[in-house]
Structures are given as structure tokens and as C-alpha cells.
Nanobody
Framework: QVQLVESGGGLVQAGGSLRLSCAAS????????MGWFRQAPGKEREFVAA????????SYADSVKGRFTIYRDNAKNTVYLQMNILKPEDTAVYYC?????????????WGQGTQVTVSS
């Protein structure tokens, strides 16, 4: 099992930027996809972005395409989410996930979440 710890959340004004980090530890010897999900108050958790082990494959929700970028540093066992042009509707708790591949990531490990608040 892989343990995940997110960081980098906070309060930012609309139009601003934040970078989230997710550090993996534990059984990191095998390859795994990583991704980000978010959950706003009163809403279901939704997919944000994902990246394959080697970084060649990425996927984004339509709502964040062109504004968010996911990338990873396998030497540091860390995945990042660069969030630009933030909007109030991006406010949510952001969760990191890791699994054998992008399709099965939600059945793998989850972090505890980090709060992102975008003020208008």
C-alpha cells in the first residue's frame, strides 16, 4: 500500500495560482498512476487530473483544461498540480490518489486532502 500526503492548499484570490503537492511513501517500488480529485461542500467527489507512471499520459477534467497542469517527479515520489487562473468554483478539498493505472486509481490509495479556497 502507498501512503499519500497532500500539501500546498490555501486561500487565494480569483485569477491567482497555487501548486499542490502529493508525496507518496511506503510501497513505491512498483509503477503507479497518480491523480487529483476534489470535493466541494454538498457535492460529490469529482475527477480533476491524472498522470501515468512515466508521465506520457495525462488526463484532465474539461473544467480545468488549459488552467491546471499535472506533472510528477518519480525520483521524489511526488505528483504536483499547478493551478492557474483559479476561479471561485475551484474551491474544494483536493485529494490525491494512486493506483496501478489511471483507470483503476480510485480503488487504490488516497490522501487526507488539502483545502483550496478561491475568493472572488
Amino acid at each position: 500500500q502507498v501512503q499519500l500526503v497532500e500539501s500546498g492548499g490555501g486561500l487565494v484570490q480569483a485569477g491567482g495560482s497555487l501548486r499542490l503537492s502529493c508525496a507518496a511513501s511506503g510501497r513505491t517500488g512498483s509503477s503507479y498512476a497518480m491523480g487529483w480529485f476534489r470535493q466541494a461542500p454538498g457535492k460529490e467527489r469529482e475527477f480533476v487530473a491524472a498522470i501515468s507512471w512515466g508521465g506520457a499520459v495525462t488526463s484532465y477534467a474539461d473544467s480545468v483544461k488549459g488552467r491546471f497542469t499535472i506533472y510528477r517527479d518519480n525520483a521524489k515520489n511526488t505528483v504536483y498540480l499547478q493551478m492557474n487562473i483559479l476561479k471561485p468554483e475551484d474551491t474544494a478539498v483536493y485529494y490525491c490518489a494512486a493506483g496501478p493505472n489511471i483507470a483503476t486509481m480510485t480503488a487504490g490509495s488516497w490522501g487526507q486532502g488539502t483545502q483550496v479556497t478561491v475568493s472572488s
